[in-house]
């Protein structure tokens, strides 16, 4: 009868075997029974009170953290949030999450998914330090568990993201620290992703607010005109890049000591730019500046020095003087293979080495340092990073070297669609993808 419509007369039939039952598990299937008529009348109500009859039955006859518990009171509190009733739906949500941090191991994914659960629930009731907290703890554990590029992992960057939007939007007359928190960590969020155009207009948003609130030296606005540089610089506009670098220079220079080692950073992205413009002398004036700090501050393993070795490593690359090149690069490999730092930093040494192999033609050197760099950063990036375009463009352009056209049009295309998805039209890498497509489409 349930399933040609006659809900009515299907519960008149489950109420009257209800009284018949001899013990508590018919009972239980009866009421599962029942919830899901009511499921399918829309009666959420009464959907609830057959779940929790469920429950009570299932509490006299299982363990108190047995799983069975978890998975009803998980069903109830998603029951409780479609109804918006949160109080209800977050004491469900709590009851199943303390029975599966009791029975399952701390990197389950099922604790990820309660946990982004109860993390949704408080940002719908506005208590987002605790929508904030639950978000983290989900992330931590699908960082741990799933691949670079799993949809659930941009799930949790996504939903960090809408917590952190949803402080900022919440605030109709913010604290202004808290919501230039808020703006900070969306647009590091942003960043991360290689979401440079997303990030850029949370750092915007700050800026606004630093503006208002912060005397016109002050060491948090030129760090924040830094980081808008850094963006502008990820997004090919070296234009806007180097105004707002000057902006974060200029203070710098009138409140810090010369030699200090907030400059390195400053110096480092200035460097970047002019080696993007093509200004291969200014890039190498300002590398040499940042080294010049770092080496007189930081120890000759620090992680910080390979960065600047193999920003030096790769202007020399574009100048052609490949023995420079791999003279600097092995001082950045020789500190980012045996010291602790970040993998995506060692990536980018491997990476700037695979060109300089290739246009060297050393092609199994290239393939080699290719490979090594390729694989940190697909299991450290997101699946549409910009950085892993950078990356398929390069093995595209080995495979155009070597003559392996049917090698290069699955690459080229991979690059193609994460230029298009993260960069600008006219940002100079997606131009050069593009050019690189047309010349594969030309062989062909």
């Known amino acids: 009868m349930y399933k040609i419509g006659h809900f009515n007369h299907a519960e008149e039939l489950y109420n009257e075997l209800f009284n018949g039952v001899p013990n508590d598990n018919d009972r239980a299937h009866i ?3 029942l919830r899901i008529l ?20 299932k509490r006299k006859t299982l363990p108190q953290d047995h799983s069975s518990l978890a998975t009803t009171c998980s069903n109830i509190d998603g029951l409780y949030g479609t109804m918006c009733d ?49 978000c983290t703890k989900s992330f931590k554990i699908r960082e741990i568990t799933l691949p670079s590029d799993h ?31 808020s703006y900070d960590s969306i647009g590091l969020v ?13 750092y915007n948003e700050l800026l606004k607010i630093r503006e208002i609130k912060l005397p016109p030296n002050h060491p948090d ?33 009138k409140i810090l000591q010369d030699g200090d080692a907030d400059f390195s950073f400053t110096y480092t992205w200035f460097g970047r730019v002019y080696r993007n413009l093509k200004s291969y002398s200014k890039a190498l004036e300002c590398f040499t500046k940042c080294l010049e700090i770092d080496e007189k501050i930081l120890s000759d393993r620090h992680p910080h020095l390979g960065i600047s070795y193999s920003n030096f490593g790769d202007t020399h690359r574009l100048m052609g003087e490949y023995e420079k090149v791999l003279s600097f690069h092995e001082k950045a490999l020789s500190i980012q293979e045996n010291v602790q730092c970040n993998p995506l930093h060692c990536a980018t040494t491997y990476i700037n080495l695979d ?19 390729l694989e940190i950063r697909e299991n450290k990036l997101s699946k549409s990073h910009p950085n892993l375009a950078a990356s398929y463009h390069n093995i595209t352009k080995l495979y155009l070297a070597t003559g392996q056209y049917n090698m290069t049009m699955k ?21 050069e993808y593009r050019e690189t497509f047309e010349q594969i489409r030309r062989k062909m």
């Not at 009511?38 to 039955?57: D, P, R």
């Not at 939007?165 to 230039?180: C, F, G, I």
């Not at 942003?190 to 949370?202: I, Q, R, S, V």
């Not at 690459?411 to 131009?431: A, F």
């Open 151 to 181: 949809p659930l992992l941009a799930t949790s960057y996504n939903n960090i993201g809408k917590v952190y939007d949803s402080m900022a939007k919440a605030a109709l007359s913010p604290n202004y620290r808290d919501l230039t928190i």
């Open 190 to 202: 942003y960043n991360n992703m290689g979401d440079y155009l997303k990030a850029l207009e949370f």
């Open 86 to 134: 949160y109080s209800k739906a977050l004491e469900y949500y709590n009851k199943a999450h303390k029975i599966q941090e009791t029975v399952l191991p701390p990197n389950h994914s099922d604790l990820a998914f309660c946990y982004n659960n109860i993390a949704l629930l408080y940002k719908d009731m506005g208590d987002y330090s605790k929508a904030l907290e639950f």
């Open 31 to 33: 009421y599962h029974m």
């Open 355 to 373: 060109e300089t192999y290739r246009e060297r033609k050393d092609y199994s050197t290239t393939l080699s340092y290719y490979q090594k760099g």
């Open 221 to 253: 606005l030129a760090s924040l005109y830094g980081i808008i540089g850094v963006q502008y610089s990820n997004i090919g506009d070296y234009s806007k890049a180097l105004i707002y670098l000057d902006e974060d220079l200029e203070i710098k220079k």
């Open 38 to 57: 009511k499921l399918e009348q829309g009666e959420y109500k009464q959907v609830a009170l057959f779940y929790e009859k469920s429950l009570e039955v």
């Open 411 to 431: 690459n080229v295309q991979q690059t193609l669609e994460i230029g298009q998805e993260k960069l600008p039209t006219s940002h100079p890498h997606l131009l």
